[in-house]
């Protein structure tokens, strides 16, 4: 049975730094992108970034770009999402997905349960 498991979250001062990480089990991510994404109350889903299946590409939205970082450990199973300089406003849940291919596209077919991040001080 396919399952992610994202960790990592929790509260952290704004200017901190947590990383998160997804797990999966009941397949390999091996052959897949894969992103997150995170929803905040009130607001729409917002995707963060993805990684291609060969680790070679990464892609980031603007509001991230410079301060969380993607990246994947194939022995591991797991992909990570590191992030630094957090603000307010990136309070939200956090959730990883499988994207359809080994590229990044719009196409995603899974996602975990989601983590919440809380920024505040």
């Known amino acids: 049975q396919l399952q992610l498991v994202e960790s990592g979250g929790g509260l952290v001062q704004p200017g901190g730094s947590l990383r998160l990480s997804c797990a999966a089990s009941g397949f390999t991510l091996d052959y897949y992108a894969i992103g997150w994404f995170r929803q905040a109350p009130g607001k729409e889903r917002e995707r963060l970034s993805c990684?291609?299946?060969?680790?070679?590409?990464?892609n980031y939205a603007d509001s991230v770009k410079g301060r969380f970082t993607i990246s994947r450990d194939k022995a591991k199973n797991t992909v990570y999402m590191q992030m630094n300089s957090l603000k307010h406003e990136d309070t939200a849940i956090y959730y990883c997905?499988?994207?359809?291919?080994?590229?990044?596209?719009?196409?995603?077919?899974?996602w975990g349960q989601g983590k919440q991040v809380t920024v505040s001080s």
């Open positions: 997905e499988v994207h359809s291919y080994t590229s990044c596209s719009p196409s995603t077919h899974s």
């Open positions: 990684i291609s299946s060969s680790g070679t590409i990464t």
